[in-house]
DNA sequence: GTCTATATATTGATAGAC
DNA sequence: GTCTATCAATATATAGAC
């Protein structure tokens, strides 16, 4: 047990990695192996299958995204919370270009897949869409219309960076980021009146 | 040469769905061969790589877009036309909360394969942000307003049809075709002020 | 716990008879 | 033009020595 979770972390963060620049289907078992510096065989004594080895790196991002609302909590008002989320975005523009985005890629992917590996990789996004709407409902949304509004602004989100992807711009993404955190702006300023 | 359009022609068909529904790297050339009804070595007569294949589905892809808006165009003003073009996205809910969209699920694997099959896959979202731009320059925003518009309308599509896809929520993607409708109504209503 | 060797299946692609 | 047979590479996964 000394090394044994050094071992199995250095398979899991390469898994992760991979999974996001390469894709799921396309990064083999023993492309992970080789990233973690760990022969083949011994993955197999920590994950029983290469399902069981997303599901952990799903569970992971789920966590790493939890955390990361906790520490967004910080801002003062629901606003900067939001605006703060979207800054994430924006300031990881370089490589959600290059690579898209993680949940979003795997969603993407496992929805195609289906069975438990598309069930897991969609909680990353209802985590998130809970968390949004948390904040709009704290902006004086009733729980429908924050529902509604969280909906539009992680899709927002994530099209964006489709786009930037697929085109390689991520000044395409910045600027819509920006443009997102303008409208939130507009709608607290003008009394949750406008679109 | 008398049948022999039909059975390419039955090749790309099959490999235009079986992409759009199961993702190019998991469908094999032996599933297409078999959708198609036609032999494994068959498929390579007609195409030398699956790469070719993929490049043929995509310009078939961009020739239908572009008939979709010029059939789009019949509509008697660019509100209508675009009110039209998320009607279309909201008539196919189903199929696009089963499947995702066929464009865009194309587009993020391709962005990851990288090299010539990225360049192809994204060219359909060039076509589609050109001709929503078109329709906001025609209400009369200037050239780089209207390009943003375009990109936050097309991201708005795909990230919704996203979402919808990875929680298999047709109801979903229906409302939110639904609410960037009325928010184009009332975009032009109020004469072109708010987001 | 760790690692080598390997089983088994499937892939994209080719050779060559018809 | 069409199809069968097959190659060579690669995948996930397992067996079993250490």
Not at 49 to 58: F, P, Q, R, Y
Not at 107 to 122: D, F, P, T, V
Not at 145 to 167: K, N
Not at 169 to 183: V, Y
Request: aromatic share 6%.
């Amino acid at each position: 047990m000394s090394n044994a979770g050094i071992k199995r972390e250095r398979i899991v963060r390469s898994a992760k990695a991979l999974f996001h620049e390469r894709g799921y289907t396309v990064t083999s078992l023993a492309d992970i192996a080789q990233e973690a510096k760990v022969p083949l065989g011994n993955v197999y004594y920590y994950f029983k299958t290469k399902e069981d080895l997303v599901a952990t790196v799903v569970e992971g991002r789920n966590e790493y995204v939890r955390a990361r609302h906790r520490a967004l909590e910080k801002a003062p008002t629901p606003l900067a919370r939001l605006e703060d989320f979207l800054q994430r975005i924006h300031d990881a523009a370089d490589s959600r270009a290059a690579h898209g985005c993680p949940v979003g890629g795997l969603a993407q992917e496992a929805g195609k897949l289906g069975g438990r590996i598309a069930q897991e990789a969609g909680s990353t996004f209802q985590i998130m869409l809970e968390w949004v709407g948390e904040q709009y409902r704290a902006l004086g949304f009733k729980p429908g219309q924050a529902r509604e509004r969280a909906v539009d602004l992680v899709a927002a989100v994530q099209g964006s960076i489709l786009l930037g992807h697929s085109s390689g711009d991520a000044e395409l993404i910045r600027r819509a980021m920006q443009r997102l955190q303008a409208r939130l702006r507009l709608l607290v300023k003008e009394g949750k009146r406008h679109a």
